[in-house]
């Protein structure tokens, strides 16, 4: 049996699909959907209608050279010339527009999945893209190309930290959270300080985010041993519980001891 040919006058009228996924504005409305492949897809719906990504590798599904995307087949090239003791190319206009490019189909993936909560492919796709900023700075030929993507840097930092953050929270890690942001902060900070614009780092809005969110989960961190158990000293001497106050006072002696 002959299998039917795609015929290329018929259009699908997406009407129908739209029509069933309103799009509501002010806020990033994504889903993951199972292909006819089998594999999961990212969708996002936008005003005009959806975007469909792939979950994994380049997000439009592409294998430049026959490598993940055009980022890892560059920086292959890079990594041989460096390994037989040769300078490597210089990256050409063209190449970084197309580096450019791609790292937008990336920025569209990383912000849907941190709708969806899916913390680990933000952290994998958001450095990525730091990736891309570093290759360029170090390997593009004109300094316009070197220089146009560090705009970019606070904001992809910003949501990588927060990416860490939550997903140690996720998994009941509270210092590890705080420990992400701080690296965040820490990250902002030397950004500033090299771009030589060390008083923007208190004003930038990256670092209020992951300050605020640093404050909100200071409360969340676990008491220690010593400060638990004086803080049930306190309670126990409060609602006048002499036998428990006692208890608590020698475990307190011990610790001490």
């Known amino acids: 049996m002959d299998t039917p040919k795609p015929n290329p006058d018929f259009n699908p009228d997406l009407t129908q699909v739209l029509s069933g996924w309103p799009y509501q504005p002010g806020q990033i409305n994504a889903r993951i959907i199972r292909a006819e492949d089998g ?16 979950a994994t590798g380049r997000p439009d599904g592409q294998r430049p050279e026959g490598f993940e995307s055009l980022l890892e087949f560059v920086e292959h090239g890079v990594e041989e010339a460096e390994h037989t003791g040769e300078e490597p190319d210089k990256l050409n206009t063209d190449q970084c527009r197309a580096l450019r490019d791609e790292a ?3 920025y569209h993936r990383y912000v849907a999945l941190l709708a ?19 290759l360029c700075q170090k390997h593009a030929e004109s300094e316009e190309d070197r220089n146009v993507l560090e705009q970019f840097r606070p904001y992809i930092t910003m949501v990588r930290a927060r990416a860490l953050a939550s997903q140690a929270l996720k998994d009941n890690e509270p210092k590890a959270a705080i420990h992400a942001i701080d690296e965040g902060l820490d990250a902002l900070k030397q ?18 985010m992951l300050r605020g969110m640093r404050e909100a989960l200071i409360p969340k961190l676990p008491l220690s041993q010593t400060s638990e158990l004086r803080a049930r000293l306190a309670k ?3 609602q006048e519980n002499y036998e428990l106050a006692a208890i608590l006072r ?6 001490k001891d």
Not at 39 to 54: A, N, T
Not at 250 to 255: G, Y
């Open 39 to 54: 594999e999961p897809r990212i969708q996002v719906r936008v005003d005009l209608g959806i975007i469909q990504m792939h």
């Open 116 to 134: 969806l909560e899916d913390f680990e492919g933000v952290v994998r796709d958001t450095t990525r893209n730091l990736r891309v900023i570093d």
């Open 104 to 106: 937008v189909q990336y």
């Open 250 to 255: 020698d475990e307190l002696r011990q610790m």
């Open 191 to 208: 950004h500033f300080s090299d771009n030589g614009e060390p008083q923007m780092y208190d004003a930038s809005s990256e670092v209020q």
């Open 236 to 238: 126990a001497i409060e």
